[in-house]
């Protein structure tokens, strides 16, 4: 996922420039930048009175900066957090010679149901379509009855259900996500 990469990229940098600083801060007090440098009073340095004497304009720079950074921040915030948005159409088309084949994901995912659906003692079934046109992803929730067992009903869907899924898609790499669960038992009242 190109989010995941970016994330991992960001945290990297973040991590590498607050390392660099850490380690020129335990330099500084090791006198590695002069002797005394260490010692030397925190608001009596340079870049102190650089800033005091230039205070009109490094102060509006140094807002602007926080803003961006801000909102870089949330900008990285939300591509976190947020998920990634269901597919509306799907291409199936494998090469281009044959011309364009798209097929609508709410379709796909009504006939993916059904498939699944008519496996016996499966309940419910949640099906999300996800990823770029031309390389969905498919999520499987299946809700199935108390009394069938998980593990055969896993197997009958993979070796089943999902090769025909991924022939008439003309994705054989089709990455599917399946999540088998049963019914949350509801709870009685007496009285």
């Known amino acids: 996922m190109p989010a995941d990469r970016a994330n991992r990229t960001l945290l990297t940098i973040l991590a590498l420039v607050l390392l660099v600083l850490g380690i020129a801060i335990l ?3 090791t006198d590695v930048f002069g002797s005394g440098f260490g010692r030397r009073p925190l608001l009596d340095n340079p870049p102190a009175r650089f800033i005091g ?20 921040g949330l900008r990285w915030l939300a591509t976190v957090i947020t998920t990634e948005p269901s597919q509306r159409r799907i291409n199936i088309s494998t090469d281009g010679t ?11 995912a009504t006939a993916i149901r059904a498939e699944v659906e008519d496996c016996p003692g499966v309940e419910d079934v949640d ?16 809700t199935a009855d ?9 197997e009958r869907i993979e070796a089943l ?7 008439a898609l003309g994705k054989p790499d089709l990455p599917v996500s399946l999540d088998l669960t049963y019914p949350r038992r509801r709870r009685t009242h007496i009285g």
């Open 53 to 72: 004497t230039h205070g009109g304009w490094v102060w509006p720079l140094a807002a602007v900066a926080a803003a961006i950074l801000a909102l870089l």
């Open 161 to 167: 259900v999902l090769p025909r899924i991924r022939y």
């Open 27 to 29: 330099l500084a007090g």
């Open 127 to 142: 099906t999300k379509l996800s990823g770029q046109p031309h390389a969905p992803r498919l999520a499987l929730n299946v």
């Open 146 to 154: 108390r009394d069938v067992d998980l593990p055969a009903l896993r």
């Open 98 to 108: 044959a011309g364009r084949t798209v097929l609508d994901a709410g379709a796909l």
